[in-house]
């Protein structure tokens, strides 16, 4: 089963997709993860390529897409694939399927994590991270200093409303398409998730996915 998560940052989407790697026995793509890995590996194929991240640039869709043809060709022999931060664009879902297809395999389930405005805020504006190790706390969980490291934790600078909705809305803007183009796909079951409640653990968001995946007949 390949499933592809489609939602903007802070939905929540990469915990997700480790429990349900964990519970399908899956493997979890994350592009964000791939490029820190090339990145890391002068001797690595892509890495001239992958330069841009450094400079902050948008990596254009021909090297996306062949990071993750890379990724995939050393995946052959998974019983499935966790699609995470990837597509982005139309042109990149295009490409995915000829990849997939071309391994006789497809893309069986999209979940699109549709987050209000106000739970991303929640989220984003609670989140403080240790400057020293970069673990990620929630002021929730009550911690005022790293565990592991004793020191202060901080608050991100771009962890403000105004970034945080400006992202919001970039990234509607661009994975409109994308989601269309699952949408109007008869080969795979799309799933669309609600998150309305700012108080929803990720272990009740799982749950609800896995009830979704079993209605579908997916969730064996
Ligand atoms: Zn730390």
Redesign the pocket.
């Known amino acids: 089963m390949n499933i592809v998560l489609l939602g903007p940052p802070g939905s929540g989407k990469g915990t997700q997709g480790q429990l349900l790697a964990e519970d399908f026995n899956l493997v979890q793509l994350s592009t964000g993860d791939l490029f820190r890995q090339i990145l890391q590996d002068p001797g690595h194929p892509l890495y001239d390529k992958l330069q841009v991240v450094k400079q902050g640039k948008l990596v254009s869709d021909e090297v996306v897409n062949a990071v993750v043809e890379d990724a995939l060709t050393k995946l052959k022999n998974a019983k499935g694939v966790i699609f995470d931060g990837f597509p982005r664009t139309v042109a990149q879902a295009e490409a995915l399927d000829k990849m997939l297809n071309s391994m006789n395999k497809k893309v069986d389930v999209v979940i699109n994590f549709d987050v209000t405005k106000h739970v991303l805020l929640h989220r984003l504006l609670g989140r403080r991270i240790?400057p020293?190790?970069k673990?990620i706390f929630h002021i929730r969980q009550g911690y005022t200093e790293?565990p592991?490291?004793r020191?202060q934790l901080i608050t991100r600078e771009d962890d403000n409303e105004e970034v945080i909705m400006k992202r919001f809305n970039e990234y509607n803007e661009k994975t409109a398409g994308v989601k269309e183009y699952y949408l109007n796909s008869s080969d795979c079951v799309f799933i669309n998730l609600t998150v309305d409640d700012p108080d929803i653990t990720a272990e009740e968001v799982h749950n609800e996915i896995v009830s979704e995946l079993a209605k579908k007949g997916l969730a064996q």
């Open positions: 240790c020293n190790c673990r790293c592991d490291c020191v």
